[in-house]
């Protein structure tokens, strides 16, 4: 079994920022990508930022220039630096990783999620 668990969410004023952080645990023999999403009410789940274990990164043109992913392969951890932040940013965020565990299968794992909300 593999666990996801974000942290960093909560309630911030435009233009102001938050880091999201995303712990991968368990039966991890490599991490191939990890990823943000969120969800806004109403809305779809939409691909916020990913990075793949060669460090390429890709992001929705709605955060370029405000968001940056990173990520701490020794920690299998990804992180979220928001800045500049927008009420439109307001969602609940969710990571995700393609997890290869030591069954050599790989397989997509999601946190829980964490609340972003950004007062205007």
């Given at each position: ?77 990804v992180y979220l630096q928001m800045n500049s932040l927008k009420p439109e940013d307001t969602a609940v965020y969710y990571c ?25």
């Open positions: 079994q593999v666990q996801l668990v974000e942290s960093g969410g909560g309630l911030v004023q435009a233009g102001g920022s938050l880091r999201l952080s995303c712990a991968a645990s368990g039966s991890i023999f490599s991490i191939n990508a990890m990823g943000w999403y969120r969800q806004a009410p109403g809305e779809q789940r939409e691909l916020v930022a990913n990075i793949i274990s060669g460090s390429s990164t890709n992001y929705a043109d709605s955060v370029k220039g405000r968001f940056t992913i990173s990520r701490d392969n020794a920690k299998n951890t995700n990783a393609e997890v290869r565990t030591y069954s050599r299968s790989y397989s997509l794992y999601w946190g829980q999620g964490t609340q972003v909300t950004v007062s205007s």
